[in-house]
């Protein structure tokens, strides 16, 4: 509200916005709050008295605790439970305990290099397929995102806003991104369309299982490279530039001066980023299950699709063989991120 002051001049008063809430709302807001926040107080101040002050940080970490042990940690034990669980039902009261046989059964193999020959081909040729991915995938993920984000760290026009557009397939779904490719490398597409435009025969992208297999890196690629570019971007920040600065007195050039500072005080950052890229690589679905389902036949069919197709989409629902493939590939998750950390180690020791 605008008064007309005693010195002739326009004054304005300034309305309290929980003021203006309460107005808006017909109750009195403030009060309320007011209330509401004295109340969580008295009871911090009662539980203060009661621990001390040393041990009021649990209390504060404690509502995390409990949303990681019910979603996250109940879980995982419940599923380890499962893979050693037999029959069709979902309830553990009317699943028999079988042992190993769930492991028996996924390692039964007669030469582990030919699915062929292997109990449940399914699963190894899923293991292969995983493998293959993550070792390509990560690699172009790590080299692509530090390319750009030396490129970002440079003096160049629009550098905010192309920050930004790098960033942006981040933000959309794995399912989103998905329906987009699908939609733009299919028979009668985009990409294809722009062929014929420049009189190339159109490519069956869909169906050939070699053409699947890049998208679906490139596509991965494409999709999370951004937040790897953004923890780099961090990183080269951090190197102080009067380094570079001495190196150039020096007479160190730009190349000298990338493997010299750039890419040694880079390496903790660096593997952080590997760590990262190879977790996600491994746990790749919801975007390779939209795009390709898992086909054709299974050049794309990677190791969680087979946990969910074996648990969820056969007729007879095999929990616990699904529950044993995702121990294993959790363990062989945990050996990857420990041999990498240990590479890191060293690397820092030397």
Request: one cysteine or more; hydrophobic letters at 55%.
């Amino acid at each position: 509200m605008s008064q007309i002051g005693s010195s002739g001049q326009l004054r304005v008063d300034r309305m309290n916005p929980f003021e203006h809430l309460s107005t808006w709302l017909g109750f009195p807001f403030i009060w309320l709050t007011k209330l509401f926040l004295n109340a969580i107080g008295l009871v911090l101040d009662r539980i203060q008295g009661w621990i001390g002050v040393d041990r009021m940080g649990y209390v504060f970490v404690l509502p995390n605790l409990l949303i990681f042990g019910t979603f996250v940690l109940f879980p995982m034990l419940l599923n380890f439970y499962y893979a050693f669980t037999g029959g069709t039902n979902i309830f553990l009261n009317d699943r028999p305990f079988v042992g190993l046989d769930n492991f028996k059964v996924l390692l039964d193999c007669a030469d582990y290099l030919n699915p062929n020959t292997c109990q449940e081909d399914l699963f190894w040729r899923s293991f292969y397929n995983t493998f293959g991915f993550v070792i390509y995938q990560v690699v172009a993920t790590v080299i692509i995102s530090l390319i750009t984000a030396l490129a970002l760290n440079q003096k160049i026009i629009l550098r905010g806003f192309f920050r930004s557009v790098f960033f942006y397939p981040v933000l959309l779904s794995p399912v989103v991104v998905g329906l987009i490719w699908k939609w733009i490398l299919q028979r009668r597409g985009v990409l294809n369309a722009v062929l014929i435009a420049f009189g190339i025969e159109a490519i069956e992208f869909t169906t050939n299982s070699d053409w699947m297999s890049f998208w679906v890196i490139f596509i991965s690629t494409w999709a999370q490279m951004g937040f790897y570019t953004l923890i780099l971007l961090a990183g080269l920040q951090s190197i102080p530039s009067e380094l570079y600065e001495a190196g150039q007195m020096d007479g160190a050039g730009k190349l000298d001066s990338f493997r010299k500072i750039t890419l040694p005080l880079l390496m903790p950052t660096m593997f952080v980023v590997l760590v990262l890229s190879l977790i996600r690589a491994v746990q790749v679905f919801d975007q390779v299950f939209v795009l390709t389902g898992g086909g054709p036949g299974t050049a794309t069919h990677y190791m969680v699709q087979y946990i969910y197709r074996t648990a969820f989409s056969n007729q007879a629902r095999f929990f616990g063989l699904a529950a044993a493939a995702s121990v294993v590939l959790g363990v062989i998750l945990f050996a990857f991120t420990m041999f990498q950390l240990w590479l890191g180690q060293r690397s820092e020791a030397a």
